[in-house]
C-alpha cells in the first residue's frame, strides 16, 4: 500500500493561475531585449532577425514557442514607444 505522500497532488486553481505565466515572461524578455539593442543603436531588422534566432536557440532541444511569430510586432511596439 503507497502512502500518500508518494502521490503529489496539484491544486487546480494554482495550476490555472500559472497556465499563461511562462509565455508571459518570455514576451517580457523579449521586450526588454529588444530596448536594450535599441537603446545600443540597433536597427529594427537587425534587432528582429538577432531574437528570432535567440528564442529558437533557447528552444533547440524543444518545442519553439507559438509566440515566435509575435517577435516583430513586439520589437515594433518598443520602437514606436521610444519615438514618441
Given at each position: ?21 511562462f509565455e ?51 520589437v515594433d ?8
Amino acid at each position: 500500500m503507497p502512502f500518500d505522500w508518494m502521490h503529489p497532488k496539484k491544486n487546480q486553481t494554482f495550476v490555472k493561475e500559472l497556465s499563461g505565466r511562462f509565455e508571459e515572461m518570455l514576451r517580457s524578455e523579449v521586450e526588454q531585449r529588444a530596448r536594450l539593442l535599441m537603446n545600443l543603436g540597433h536597427a529594427r531588422d537587425a534587432v528582429v532577425k538577432r531574437l528570432q534566432e535567440r528564442v529558437k536557440w533557447d528552444f533547440e532541444a524543444s518545442k519553439v514557442p507559438a509566440f515566435l511569430k509575435d517577435v516583430p510586432a513586439i520589437v515594433d511596439r518598443v520602437f514606436r514607444r521610444e519615438q514618441r
